[in-house]
C-alpha cells in the first residue's frame, strides 16, 4: 500500500473555497497512491480560533463534497484532514436544541463514500482555544481498509497514549494523526509519533500543515513511521510538500510475531 501525506499551508491571504480547490487538486494528483492524508483543520488553520465559528461547517458540507470528489476522480482512500464540524443537537423534553463544534476528521473511500469520522478527543489550549471553543469527542474510531485497518487520532492526541492502545486493541495497525503541530515543539511531534509506533508496533502517518496559523509558525516535518519505528519517509521541514512511503501490512505481523510486546501486557 502506497500511502502519501500532503502537508498542505494554511495562507491567511488565500480563501477557503481557494484553498479547497487546492486541496483537491493536490489529492487528485496522487493517483499513484493508495491512501491520501492531509493535515488537521487546513480549511481555517489549527491556531485562528476566531475563524472556527465562521468556518464551521455541517459533514456534509462544501469541504466533504470537495474531499468526496477528489478521492472519486483519484480512486483513493482518503483521510481529509479535519474540518470545524457545526453538529445539531436535539433538545431534551421541552428544550431547543443547539449546535456544537467538533474538530471531526473525515475518511472517504475510492468510490467518494464517508466511510468515517472521528471527532477529537482532546483538545488543546489549558482551557483557551480549541478546549474552549470546542465540544469533546467521546468515541475511538478505526476504519477497515482492504489489508491494513486504520485507527484516527488528532494532533494533541499524540500526547495521550492510552487512545493509541484502545485503537490498537481495536484492530488498527496504521495510526493516522492529522496535525496543525507548532514549530516551538517540533522536537516532541516526532518523538511522539516514532514512540506511538513503537510501542504499538505499527505504522503511524503523522501528517502536519505548512507555514503559519494565526501568527503561530507550524512544524510540518510530516512522516511515515514503520512498526519498528524507522522514519520510512519524512518533510525535512515546514514547507509545502507530498511525503510518500509504501506500507506493508504483513510487515506489522511481522514485528509482531518477532517481537511479541504486545501480549506480555499486565495492566488494561
Not at 484553498?19 to 491520501?36: F, G, I, K, P
Not at 445539531?88 to 463544534?101: D, F, K, Q, R, Y
Not at 516526532?190 to 505548512?210: D, K
Not at 514485528?255 to 488494561?268: A, K, N, T
Amino acid at each position: 500500500m502506497r500511502a502519501s501525506l500532503i502537508q498542505i499551508g494554511v495562507d491567511e491571504d488565500e480563501t477557503v473555497k481557494a484553498r479547497r480547490a487546492r486541496a483537491a487538486s493536490l489529492v487528485r494528483e496522487q493517483t499513484a497512491s493508495d491512501l491520501v492524508v492531509l493535515p488537521e483543520l487546513w480549511t481555517v488553520g489549527a491556531f485562528a480560533f476566531d475563524s472556527f465559528e465562521a468556518g464551521a461547517e455541517p459533514l456534509d458540507g462544501p469541504t466533504a463534497r470537495a474531499m468526496s470528489e477528489a478521492a472519486r476522480e483519484a480512486r483513493v482512500w482518503l483521510h481529509a484532514g479535519s474540518v470545524v464540524e457545526r453538529a445539531e443537537h436535539a433538545g431534551g423534553p421541552g428544550g431547543s436544541g443547539g449546535t456544537a463544534l467538533y474538530n471531526t476528521s473525515l475518511v472517504f473511500s475510492p468510490d467518494g463514500e464517508r466511510i468515517a469520522a472521528y471527532r477529537k478527543i482532546h483538545r488543546f489550549g489549558f482551557d483557551r482555544g480549541e478546549a474552549t471553543l470546542m465540544s469533546a469527542g467521546a468515541e475511538p474510531v478505526t476504519v477497515a481498509l482492504p489489508g491494513l485497518a486504520l485507527g484516527l487520532a488528532t494532533c494533541y492526541d499524540l500526547r495521550f497514549p492510552e487512545l493509541f492502545r484502545a485503537l490498537t486493541d481495536a484492530g488498527a495497525r496504521a495510526l493516522v494523526v492529522p496535525a496543525g503541530w507548532p514549530d516551538r515543539r517540533a522536537s516532541h511531534w516526532s518523538l511522539l509519533a516514532r514512540a506511538r509506533a513503537v510501542e504499538n508496533q505499527a505504522y503511524v502517518l503523522a501528517c502536519g500543515t505548512a507555514g503559519t496559523h494565526a501568527g503561530v509558525p507550524q512544524a510540518g516535518r510530516s512522516a511515515i513511521i514503520d512498526p519498528w519505528g524507522e522514519t520510512l519517509a519524512e518533510a525535512p521541514d515546514a514547507g509545502e510538500r507530498v511525503v510518500t512511503a509504501e506500507l506493508d501490512p504483513a510487515y506489522v505481523d511481522k514485528v509482531r510475531e518477532d517481537f511479541p510486546v504486545l501480549r506480555d501486557r499486565v495492566l488494561r
